[in-house]
């Protein structure tokens, strides 16, 4: 039988490679019967980093597998560099959100993804990719991809100083910018109404 | 100890390599005391732009290899005595050498002379990882184009992955005439998107294909709208602060440039 699944060492860490033409279900059964001849070989917590591309409910699956075995699986997708500096919550008296606060201009090729809302403190450049549960705030230019309440939340919205992306995506819902998109100077906020995404200016 | 740059776009066919050879030759005419090191192994160019392709005996992996000693590796430019090249092996590719050995690389050269330039090569795999690991600084090439500038947004997030922050940006091969009628993105477009500092503004200039022929860098000659650029470049980067031009001026940018440069009024 070919391998649906396996475990590569890259960089001094552990990461799980799914056969791409495999089903999910053999992916599972794979993986618990490698887990369970090779209990001895892995130390417990040690950290699996997951592949990236994976479904909610598939990245929920591998998560359980591994840990009944106790082992830690971590996600690939965020970025290292943000992932280093933000994570978790940010709160200040008289002011607490879960939301995920990103520092910094999220430039080509960097993605961030996060269940809660996502606020950035400058620009989504084209190329770059944010992901959010809920709502995306971005306190600068939004050129890049916007995905809002990517769990199927339709009352997620987008809000920008500028919305000059091309595609912006709340929920299941996909809008592409006219092609000749003004620039806008006022902060807008891009939501679904009656199964389109609209922008207006925020607060509405 | 002397400063270590990398030369780098993500996008090919900007100019890094002419960049390179550029700022290099810029840097010596000045009498600075300067290596460039192609860092592009199996497609090396930087040998044939500044004409010294006939005297390669030994190149970067050789060096990294142990075939060799550095100081054999070494090219001695024929016009300036403080101007050298390592070149890149041609018949090898980017998995030859690794960051470790580059850095070890640079660090070594650095003891030697007063600046390392290094000309990366396009991309984001292997090569570019060797070439930035020794690198103090970053200057990143960009042409006014939407892919060259999504590139090199790419590359000014990798290097900030890597720790290395506030890269230098120069604009290639801008054409003033088409700036104007808004037919080319322009400087102020440009730093929106990349919001880093801007070192310089390289102009079109047509002697720049025919000094890539010759082996002439384009700095040298006079005659060359482009090398006014090139020389005000390095003397930016030998930390002198050399005008620039304006950016919140009424007269607009386009005029400035046109002005430094020697067309219209």
């Known amino acids: 039988m070919r391998e649906a699944v396996v475990f590569k060492g890259v960089k001094g860490e552990l990461q799980l490679v799914l056969n791409e033409s495999a089903e999910f279900g053999d992916v599972v059964r794979q993986l618990k019967e490698k887990l369970a001849s090779a209990n001895e070989f892995f130390s417990k917590s040690t950290v699996i980093n997951l592949p990236d591309r994976l ?57 961030v993804v996060y269940e809660g809302s996502i606020v950035i403190i400058g620009d989504l450049n084209p190329g770059a990719e944010v992901v959010a549960g809920e709502d995306i705030i971005i306190m600068g230019a939004c050129r890049g ?18 919305i000059q992306a091309t595609q912006l995506r709340i929920a299941e819902v996909i809008a592409r910018a006219p092609d000749d998109l003004d620039k806008s100077a006022r902060i807008e906020t891009a939501r679904i109404k009656d199964g389109y995404v609209v922008i207006e200016p925020a607060n509405r | 100890m002397g400063e270590v740059i990398v030369i780098t776009s993500g996008k090919g066919g900007v100019g890094k390599t002419t960049t390179t050879a550029n700022i290099g030759t810029g840097f010596a005419l000045q009498g600075k005391k300067v290596v460039l090191v192609d860092a592009d192994i199996g497609l090396r160019n930087l040998d044939v732009v500044m004409g010294l392709e006939n005297r390669i005996v030994y190149d970067l992996v050789d060096v990294t290899d142990g075939n060799c000693r550095l100081k ?105 005439n088409m700036v104007k009628k808004g037919e080319m993105m322009d400087i102020d477009d440009i730093i929106e998107i990349l919001a880093v500092d801007l070192l310089g503004i ?27 650029a090139y020389k005000n470049i390095v003397r930016r980067l030998s930390g002198e602060n050399v005008p620039f031009i304006s950016f919140e001026s009424d007269s607009g940018i386009m005029s400035r440039i046109k002005r430094l440069f020697g067309f219209g009024e």
Do not use: W
């Not at chain 2, 294909?209 to 090398?227: F, K, L, Q, W, Y």
């Open chain 2, 202 to 228: 390289i102009p079109e200039d047509e002697y720049i294909v025919i000094s890539t022929n010759r082996g002439e860098p384009a700095v040298v000659n006079p005659a060359s709208t482009a090398s006014n």
């Open chain 1, 145 to 162: 991809l916007a995905h809002a309440g990517a769990s199927g939340n339709q009352g997620a919205t987008i809000t920008a100083n500028r």
């Open chain 1, 55 to 111: 479904t909610e409910e598939q990245r929920h699956r591998l998560t359980g597998v591994l840990t009944e075995y106790g082992l830690a699986a971590r996600e690939q997708e965020i970025d290292k560099a943000v992932k280093k500096t933000e994570k978790g919550t940010y709160s200040k008296a008289g002011y607490e959100t879960n939301a995920l606060v990103v520092n910094r201009t999220l430039r080509s090729g960097q993605k």
């Open chain 2, 72 to 176: 054999q590796a070494l090219i001695r430019d024929k016009r300036y005595d403080t101007l050298y090249l390592l070149p890149a092996a041609q018949t090898r590719d980017k998995n030859a050498v690794n960051p470790e050995q580059m850095k070890l690389l640079c660090k070594e050269l650095a003891e030697d002379f007063d600046y390392v330039l290094i000309d990366c090569p396009a991309g984001i795999e292997q090569g570019f990882r060797n070439a930035i690991a020794g690198a103090d600084r970053a200057v990143i090439v960009t042409t006014p184009e939407v892919s060259a500038v999504r590139d090199a947004d790419r590359i000014i997030g990798l290097l900030e992955a890597e720790g290395k922050h506030n890269p230098k940006l120069i604009v290639n091969r801008i054409r003033p």
